[in-house]
């Protein structure tokens, strides 16, 4: 049995910050929740959380990597009856330090062919949270 193929979502932003407050950004629950979703996020391989969006939706998560100020990732689960928004997905952000700043890449895999809107909800979805994410960095300050 071979596995459907699955589609990622891969969105990268350029952030006039260091790495390691782009990490704080990451992983501070409060923070966190300024820009993504309420959360019991702790930085520890094997710690499960979840994350409460404002829709009354609930993501089953469980962090998978930690390496700090380089890469977090953690799984992005979502249990739907209808199978078209049934998601088990993983999110990885890797941050990579540049001259201005630091590269953002995130990256969530695991789309099946059939959640179309999942997808595309996601693509904006992460779009709209960088740019919380751009201004509570710049509020930090």
């Not at 959360?39 to 499960?48: A, I, L, S």
């Not at 992460?126 to 960095?137: E, G, I, Y």
Request: hydrophobic residues 40%; contains cysteine.
């Amino acid at each position: 049995m071979n596995k459907p193929e699955t589609r990622s979502v891969i969105v990268e932003r350029e952030i006039p910050h260091p790495p390691e407050k782009l990490w704080r950004a990451l992983t501070q629950p409060h923070l966190i929740e300024e820009w993504l979703m309420k959360n019991d996020f702790k930085p520890e391989v094997g710690h499960r959380f979840n994350l409460r969006g404002e829709w009354g939706g609930v993501l089953d998560c469980e962090v998978l990597t930690i390496e700090p100020h380089k890469t977090l990732s953690y799984t992005w689960n979502f249990a739907h009856a209808d199978a078209a928004f049934d998601l088990r997905s993983v999110v990885t952000f890797t941050l990579t330090p540049t001259g201005r700043g630091t590269h953002l890449r995130m990256e969530q895999v695991g789309f099946r062919p059939d959640q179309k809107q999942a997808f595309g909800g996601a693509h904006a979805g992460w779009k709209q949270f960088f740019d919380k994410l751009d201004q509570v960095l710049a509020r930090a300050e």
